[in-house]
């Protein structure tokens, strides 16, 4: 599927996001505090409080997003033979009607909710990176390979001492732009994304 | 939307985004395919089209019956005449040429009836276009097509007369294959004294082809031509109960729709089962006559 699903680090899907941190007061005052932009400077689609983006779509077939609103349709037009064998004896016109309508219904209701109700963006995942390696105006997914997207202001080196081992972890404190802050290990591997809309 | 949804979101949220996309398309398609069999169970129990009136005859407001839709293998015939209400004469539309009909599972009403019986049967068929249905198209020994006959409409005609008191359930074995949807027309007809069963010569003696009795009614009517006791009660209790001496013979003068080793009556009357085989009544000693093959 997507060149960056096998170097995706085994992860605990249900292990809690503490790292993500508030965002802190920066007493410089740095840029990392104002909300990320495209590059024609308009604010992306979905853009939340802290900086960090909603995304839309969860399949991608190499370099190419697959649109959720295609997928929707698709799965529309999957159910459309049974409703549409179902409704035939007894209103052949409804029937004839679904093939055509309910996979446009479906990227419609899938259209209105990504615009509107929820807003969100559509975004490409370009690559893989360590956090170490993480450069300012980077955008990059927080979560693992698809979910909100965050645009990287700043990256700090960080020191922490694991318990078990005695030994020294190399950590990189990143920041996005809108104020959320989060630490990673070093060699933390982060899907970078190009954001759509 | 909450503002820590997107930086601190739950757990299902974090499991679908860190989940691998392989396991994300399995779970989508796992989950539309669910959807279909939801949708289409539920959308199962939408019924297949109007039902469709059963016709009424005059004067019986009878209505009812499954209807069934003239199978590519049934043949339609244009009703040319009506002998009886279990003979019909008619054209294969197919093949044109003429075909002869003995409607399977019912009898005649008794000759004091018959007239009105033919006249209703007239009213349904006449002129009309029928479904044979039936798997052999070969005339039996009778010279008629036994086999089930379907209205225009998809009525059972047999369950239509038989419904309407305009005709009696035949009850032998393998008469009809809707032989106990004959047998409840019938009992119901009776219950509500519709069309014959209504008549006053259901009750009175009848001459030499229907004898009447004073027992209560039953909805089991054998086909075959047992003399009836009749049971002597308080009261006589109309409607009678049609027995088997009730069937009038044929106006040819053989009786139809007999079974062999069935009891009949008189010795030495002739008849024709439902297979079309000639039968005679045949009485040896005591024992009481039966239907032998002739």
Known sequence: MNAGEKAEPAANLFRRSTDLLAPETDPQGVHHLDLPRLPHGATPRGLGEQGLVRTTGWLQFRAHPISSGLITALISLLLTPVVALALLPVQPIVSGLCVPLFPALGYGCWFLITTWLVPASAARNTGIVAARELKTGTWVRVHGMIGPIGQVARVQPEQETASSTKDSVERVRVSFAGGITTSWPHDHLLHTVEPQN | ?????????????????????????????????????????????????????????????????????????????????????????????????????????????????????????????????????????????????????????????????????????????????????????????????????????????AGDSTTSTSAPPTDQVPTTNTPVTPTVTGAPAPPPAMTSSTAPPADDGVQHNVHLGAPCSPPGARGVTTQGQDAVCTAKGNDPAKWKKA
């Open chain 2, 1 to 205: 939307m909450r503002q820590d949804s997107l930086s601190n979101p739950g757990a299902l949220r974090r499991s679908w985004w860190r989940a691998s996309q392989r396991t994300r398309l399995s779970i989508v398609c796992v989950g539309t395919a669910a959807g279909m069999a939801v949708t289409g169970v539920a959308l199962s129990g939408i019924p297949k089209g109007p039902e469709v009136a059963a016709p009424t005859l005059p004067g019986t407001g009878a209505a009812g019956g499954t209807i069934r839709a003239p199978g590519a293998a049934d043949r339609q015939i244009t009703v040319t005449s009506v002998p009886a209400v279990e003979l019909i004469d008619g054209t294969d539309a197919a093949a044109n040429r003429p075909l002869a009909i003995r409607v399977a599972g019912i009898r005649a009403v008794p000759d004091c009836w018959a007239g009105e019986a033919r006249a209703r049967a007239l009213n349904l068929l006449s002129g009309k276009q029928v479904w044979l249905v039936t798997d052999n198209i070969h005339p039996a020994r009778d010279g008629r097509v036994h086999a089930m006959v379907l209205l225009s409409d998809g009525h059972d005609y047999a369950y239509t007369v038989v419904n309407a008191g305009a005709a009696l359930a035949d009850t032998g074995p393998g008469a009809a294959a809707n032989q106990g949807e004959l047998t409840a027309a019938q009992a119901a007809a009776r219950r509500t004294r519709t069309g014959w069963w209504s008549s006053t010569c259901s009750a009175a003696p």
